[in-house]
């Protein structure tokens, strides 16, 4: 990289901090009160009510089954074309495309019970006892942890039947198989409690993220960690950060044999929160590893569509950190060589399918356009050229106009699946055990601010069925699958988080009768 380049990204790294400040500000003056509802407001709730419960003039639209459709694209065919027939007038001849696609995300935002402005940190957590049914297994919940710190990361089952657990502010820590959780494990990466509160979330940087074992644990040891890298000796207005990986080994409680697998220079460090990091891991069966990184640059949308750089990208090395001889950009003049895909926002999940070896991620849009990608080698997912949800304030996803970037729409990669109005979605994994069989290489997708798990059924290269397994229920941060087939589900909470197993209904009846 040249030393131009480094001293523009140098300067960056001061500039980002005031474009984090200045985001945030606008963020909370433009959906407090929320931008879309004044726009409701303003244009269709004298038809249809204040709280879209229907008037004398028009129907309601919520608790009730919208005759053409409630899907986002049906609801905006709707207001476009309205139905003069019945009084309702055609909004294409008066309103732009982003105040209609607004309306449409807002309507179906209420009616999924996904207010924009609750992201359901302070929900009552309550798990339930009862059996919860399903379309092909019924499941119970249990407790297996409690006293998890509030923002837990990610959860990795071992052979032993224990876990590990990371906590985004201070670290890493062992869980027994009864629930027992240790002290920090002493050595690791410093985890750094530099969360700020703003509204219900908390922003902050040096965070730990993900954790992974060698697909060889059980004869080598090796545990992987994905964790913002905290400067804080540069010289900058605030101390930068970047996602970093590295391995170590457990012995006696303490992280011993650390190796850096994946870093970057620190120049490209950015005073950008972790909150849009990514910072998940993924092996396959080659023992290649993935990982994803989000967009740290000094704004929302610089750099993710440089190839020369490594923001807004899912990377591959070799578990020792080595570069493989088939990366798509490998050979590409200045690209960064570990580059697998680009284009990506705020990856929130990444995992390997163990029948295809084919690479999948979930990942955060703005206010629409969560998704699940087929993440293909070489490909771009669009940030921030182009998303099926739009900005916070009703605008088209378009930075290409003001990063100077002409596309064509056929060259970006669209998600399997488009999850508008977001769910916010979190992580998730396929499922491979004997405990549900019948749930064998689906998709276990967890969401925060709809508080929903999902199975989502793939044949081929495509989702064909979704069916939601639990419905408001908490905010599911990580997914995994033990050695026993059960599944994990890690919780956060202001309250403290909390690690829940779902076990199926048969296997709990034959515990119980032996």
């Known amino acids: 990289m040249s030393a131009k380049r480094i001293a523009l990204w140098s300067v960056g790294i001061f500039l980002s901090a005031v474009v984090l400040a200045v985001s945030l500000v606008w963020y909370f003056i433009n959906t407090t009160p929320d931008a879309f509802a004044g726009k409701y407001q303003e244009n269709c709730a004298s038809c249809h009510g204040e709280h879209l419960e229907g008037t004398g003039i028009g129907p309601a639209l919520v608790g009730v089954e919208l005759q053409h459709g409630d899907s986002v694209e049906a609801l905006v065919a709707s207001i476009t074309k309205g139905f003069p027939e019945r009084g309702m007038p055609r909004w294409m001849a008066s309103m732009d495309d982003g105040t209609i696609e607004s309306l449409a995300i807002y309507v179906a935002e209420q009616r999924a019970n996904r207010p924009f402005s609750d992201f359901k940190t302070n929900k ?68 750094h409690d530099s969360g700020i509160a703003v509204g219900e979330l908390e922003y902050g940087s040096g965070w730990m993220m993900d ?71 993924a092996f396959d069966s080659d023992g290649f590893l993935y990982l994803s990184v989000g967009m740290m640059g000094p704004s929302n949308y610089q750099g993710i569509q440089d190839l020369s750089l490594p923001y807004g990208k899912t990377h591959r090395v070799r578990d020792d950190g080595s570069l493989p001889t088939d990366n798509p950009f490998k050979d590409t003049q200045g690209a960064w060589p570990t580059t697998w895909t680009y284009g990506h926002r705020s990856p929130q999940g990444l995992e390997v399918d163990p029948v295809t070896g084919k690479l999948w991620g979930t990942e955060m849009g703005p206010r629409g356009g969560d998704e699940v990608n087929l993440l293909q080698p070489g490909k771009n997912y669009g940030w921030p050229l182009y998303s099926k949800g739009v900005n916070y304030d009703g605008t088209p996803v378009d930075y290409g106009k003001h990063l100077g970037i002409e596309f064509d729409l056929a060259d970006i990669t669209q998600p399997v699946v488009d999850l508008t109005p977001s769910p916010a979605v979190s992580s998730f994994s396929f499922y491979q055990g004997e405990a549900f069989p019948q749930w064998q290489d689906n998709l276990l997708v967890g969401s925060l601010k709809a508080t929903e798990l999902y199975r989502m059924v793939r044949k081929d290269d495509d989702i064909v069925h979704i069916e939601t397994l639990l419905k408001d229920f908490a905010r599911i941060r990580d997914i995994e699958v033990g050695f026993d087939g059960n599944v994990y589900l890690l919780l956060e909470h202001t309250e403290g988080g909390q690690l829940i197993r779902m076990t199926p209904v048969e296997q709990v009846s034959r515990a119980h009768s032996s």
């Open 124 to 191: 009552p957590l309550a798990i339930p006892t009862t059996v919860q049914a399903s379309e092909e297994h019924s499941f119970v919940l249990e407790v297996v942890a409690t006293g998890i710190h509030a923002l837990p990361y990610s959860v990795q089952p071992l052979p032993d039947g224990s876990f590990l657990i990371t906590e985004k502010q201070f670290g890493l820590r062992h869980v027994s198989a009864d629930g027992q959780i240790s002290e920090l494990i002493a050595g690791t990466p410093k985890a």
């Open 211 to 281: 954790v992974a074992i060698h697909p060889n644990y059980a004869e080598n040891g090796w545990i992987y960690l994905h964790y913002g890298d905290l400067c804080e000796d540069c010289d900058s207005f605030r101390s930068p950060s970047m996602n970093r990986v590295v391995r170590g080994r457990i012995e006696d409680g303490q992280w011993v044999d650390e190796e850096v697998v994946w870093e970057v220079p620190k120049p490209l460090y950015v005073g950008f929160t972790d909150m849009a990091a990514g910072g998940r891991l």
